[in-house]
């Protein structure tokens, strides 16, 4: 995504508008890891059944410059975070800023 990012002349200096997606199985999970986003200074955009599935979908979202140590940092902590409710993060994304 950052290589992305960059060959589309994105400046990773300034800040993003930054999307995460965390898929859990159960409601209550997904509300769950929502509590715990929200605690960490994350703004809850949506938390949603996924059409046609089973699935609870989490849409967070953060203000801040993608650099790559800290987007893999979020990675972790937020693949952490879904496993310990029983689901997954499922990536993010963002509009790069010129």
């Keep these: 995504m950052i290589e992305n990012l960059q060959r ?3 400046d990773l200096t300034k800040t993003h508008d930054i999307d995460f997606f965390l898929v859990f199985g159960q409601e209550s999970d997904a509300v769950a890891a929502a509590d715990t986003l929200r605690a960490r ?3 809850i955009a949506s938390i949603g059944k ?4 089973t699935l609870w ?3 967070a979202k953060r203000k801040m410059a993608p650099e790559i140590g800290a987007m893999q940092a979020i990675t972790r902590d937020l693949s ?3 496993a ?3 689901g997954y993060y499922d990536g993010w994304g963002t ?3 010129k």
């Design 57 to 59: 979908e989490v849409h």
């Design 8 to 10: 589309n002349g994105a």
């Design 84 to 86: 310990s409710h029983h």
């Design 41 to 43: 200074g994350y703004e």
């Design 95 to 97: 509009v790069g800023i």
């Design 50 to 53: 996924v059409p046609k599935r």
């Design 80 to 82: 952490a975070l879904a």
